[in-house]
């Protein structure tokens, strides 16, 4: 996981300041991968570096105000099962911290307040040097400095109606990291009474007449209360542009729409580049399958995504 300081932002806008708690050596078997990270207030936490034994003591140790590493050996200390062992990195964050975040990778000392004098060590600059020179990943821990790179702008996911469908993947989707979610409808009845932190709703009596304000690579998931409406949808973000379009419909929706589509000008080629149905059909109709099945295929391409990435720096 990037560091990510728009998401930072939100968080001390909506609760305040906090302490991070990330993973920054992962050993053997362990609950999370190195870069899992929770956010730490008095009353909540945000996020999850594993569960279980590790993850209370390191939220008691956060809310008691440790700041630095902390090398645990998950059997000895914990008696978890697990067998490995991890380095936990403890920050506290606040908006002049997130200030701090320049560039595509950020790196700074733990546990102790950096002065003027003191310099950022040789194997620190040289690492940050290869990975902006070379592409080469760095650790994520050198001499008592933790490097992490900066997540990029998050993807717009934009999800088009709030019925059963529409609630089921912005539950499933909201807690995911890198997502830009904003969910659209006609009516402010048609949405829960609460919407789901970070989401942002978006209410027009058509709301067809919105995909214009979508980024051009933005995904979208179209699944509203009208045919009529899902077929104008498909139609402008045809001529609109879009990184991936999924819809959900059956197959006789499908072919009526082909045509229909077809038949407004659209190629092909440009129609076959919509998903008709979303999700995996053999894990049913439930809602909250039909969730799963999209929000997993959605984390299997960004996963692909950044180990293509990861791959390149490293090839060159």
């Not at 830009?180 to 609460?194: L, Q």
């Not at 509203?224 to 419909?249: M, P, V």
């Not at 659209?266 to 919509?274: E, S």
């Amino acid at each position: 996981m990037s560091l990510d300081p728009a998401y930072l932002t939100r968080m001390i806008s909506a609760h305040g300041p906090f302490t991070r708690v990330v993973v920054a050596r992962a050993q053997g078997s362990t609950p999370r991968e190195e870069g899992a990270a929770m956010l730490v207030w008095p009353d909540r936490i945000v996020g999850t570096i594993g569960g279980g034994a590790l993850e209370l003591a390191a939220i008691t140790a956060a809310r008691a105000g440790r700041s630095g590493f902390e090398a645990v050996p998950l059997g000895p200390a914990m008696g978890q099962c697990c067998g490995g062992a991890v380095t936990l990195g403890y920050e506290a964050w606040d908006s002049a911290r997130i200030a701090q975040v320049q560039g595509d990778w950020h790196a700074r000392a733990l546990g102790r307040t950096l002065g003027r004098t003191e310099a950022m060590p040789l194997a620190v600059t040289r690492a940050l040097a290869r990975a902006r020179d070379r592409g080469a990943v760095p650790p994520m821990m050198i001499e008592g400095w933790l490097i992490e790179r900066v997540a990029p702008p998050p993807l717009p996911l934009w999800i088009w109606g709030a019925g059963h469908v529409g609630r089921a993947l912005v539950n499933v989707m909201q807690p995911l990291p890198d997502l830009a979610i904003h969910w659209a409808d006609s009516h402010a009845e048609r949405f829960p009474d609460t919407i789901p932190e970070g989401i942002t709703p978006l209410i027009a009596e058509n709301p067809a007449t919105l995909a214009s304000l979508a980024p051009r690579h933005a995904h979208h998931l179209v699944l509203t209360y009208s045919h009529a409406l899902d077929l104008d949808l498909c139609h402008r973000l045809l001529s609109h542009g879009f990184g991936a379009l999924g819809l959900i419909g059956s197959a006789t929706k499908w072919a009526r729409f082909r045509k229909r589509l077809a038949a407004l000008g659209h190629t092909d080629a440009q129609i076959l580049r919509i998903a008709c149905p979303i999700g995996d059909p053999s894990l049913g109709k439930h809602p909250q399958a039909i969730a799963l099945s999209v929000a997993s295929a959605l984390v299997r391409e960004q996963n692909a995504v950044q180990t293509a990435s990861e791959r390149g720096m490293r090839a060159g």
